[in-house]
């Protein structure tokens, strides 16, 4: 499934007829989502990062979350660079990574946490803003615009850590 050649992705696209405006949609997406991170990181205090949203996870582990699974991206677009392909993650590895590094997300300072979920989302975002053809036509040929599109998962925790603080 991750493994397409890059002429049988780059041959979809064409055939496709791509509009060219989807390419940026998704860096204007990003852009207001990381902006959107960056105001509520302004107005989160330590205490605030240390909130419980849910009986596990805390506003503070929540955005170590983000910082990671952006940094994810960035590391397996280099790695598609390499090899022309993506190593798939099943849920159960997800959710075996996001368990695993928890404890670790939840001990973070809270200075520590605003500037590595800023720092990964500019990151982020650089990386999907110059990507490749081949890379392009990988995600519309293999259907893997989460890696691109970073606001999907980013506004996904925004909108929780929103509901939490309004609490």
Known sequence: MDEVSAGARISRVKDSNRDDNRDTEHQARNAASRQRLRDLVARLDDEALQRQV???????????????????????????????????????????????????????????????????????????SDLSEAALAYVAAADRRFILERFSHRDEHLDEIERALAR
């Open 54 to 128: 849910d009986d596990d996870w805390t506003i503070g582990a929540i955005l170590a979350h983000m910082a990671f699974w952006d940094e994810s991206c960035v590391v397996r677009w280099d790695a598609f660079d390499r090899k022309g392909a993506f190593t798939g993650l099943t849920d159960e590895v997800v959710e075996l990574i996001n368990t695993a590094n928890l404890p670790t997300w939840r001990a973070l300072s809270g200075g520590a946490v605003r500037e590595v979920v800023l720092h990964a989302a500019e990151r982020a975002d650089a990386r999907t």
